[in-house]
């Protein structure tokens, strides 16, 4: 059975910082690509990064380039989000999500790209 389960979501204050986690089961994640979308109240699920299988490249949305990162860890089955110098406008529920093709410039940022999902964590950040 294909699990996903994020973590690390919460509250802070404008300027600080998160690190989100997924913990993947039930498939090979090393062979999976894999990104993080968030998705705010009234607003359509948007990607935020995402990373290749060996974790040697990366696609980072305009609007977080700078300041997020996003890693993952093959041994551990883990997928991860560092959040730095948090706005307001990076509120919304976060979400890891998994498909076994490849993604290029032009379709990383499709949620129909993405076979597998998780339930998400909230990030809110507070001005």
């Known amino acids: 059975q294909v699990q996903l389960v994020e973590s690390g979501g919460g509250s802070v204050q404008a300027g600080g910082s998160l690190r989100l986690s997924c913990a993947a089961s039930g498939f090979t994640y090393s062979r999976y690509f894999m990104g993080w979308f968030r998705q705010a109240p009234g607003k359509e699920r948007e990607g935020v990064a995402s990373?290749?299988?060996?974790?040697?490249?990366?696609y980072y949305a305009d609007s977080v380039k700078g300041r997020f990162t996003i890693s993952r860890d093959n041994a551990k089955n883990t997928l991860n989000l560092q959040m730095n110098s948090l706005e307001p406008e990076d509120t919304a529920m976060y979400y890891c999500?998994?498909?076994?093709?490849?993604?290029?410039?032009?379709?990383?940022?499709?949620?129909?790209?993405?076979?597998?999902w998780g339930q998400g964590t909230q990030v809110t950040i507070s001005s």
């Open positions: 990373v290749y299988t060996g974790g040697g490249s990366t």
């Open positions: 999500a998994a498909d076994l093709l490849p993604k290029n410039g032009g379709t990383w940022q499709l949620t129909r790209m993405y076979k597998y």
